[in-house]
């Protein structure tokens, strides 16, 4: 007997479960931005694809993180402003305010370490896995050279160090 070739998933449910996830940053974004601001010990590492169409922010610095960027947002954040495909928000940067804006297709990790509560994303619908590196940027290598083989587990960050002991 004949095996049927396994049935093709057209309704797409791998980009509806991330949106749906992307709604999870969405609405945490949104009580972060309620006058009562994030309850608790709550804070947000978001990640993003810094080259995804619609992330806007100073080129200066956008153009020091040309792949992806982590931004905190758990004491000096202003004007945190979630909308509806995407989010604002004024952070200090070298001591001075700038203002970036995110479109949630954009975010490649949402990480709330108060809670261990972590959601990584395809960003941009790229169909490849994003890798986040908490506030690094990618050394430009020289043109011709090819990049050598990474080991996943030399990304991982500690964030032991940063936690209130």
Known sequence: MAQEPPAQDQMHYEAMAQEALRGVVKAALKRAA????????????????????????????LSKYPDEMTIVLQHQYWDLAP????????????GQPKRVSVPYAAVSRFYDPSVQFLLQFEAGGDG??????????????????????????????????????
């Open 34 to 61: 309620s006058p009562e601001g994030l309850p608790g010990a709550h804070h947000f590492y978001v990640t993003f694809k810094t080259d995804a169409p619609g992330v806007s922010g100073p080129v200066d610095l």
């Open 83 to 94: 909308g509806e495909t995407f989010f604002s928000v004024t952070l200090k940067f070298g």
């Open 128 to 165: 490849g896995a994003a890798a986040a590196v908490a506030g690094e940027a990618n050394a430009a290598e020289p043109a011709g050279e090819p990049d050598p083989p990474i080991d996943p587990a030399e990304k991982v960050i500690s964030l032991d160090h940063f936690r209130k002991k």
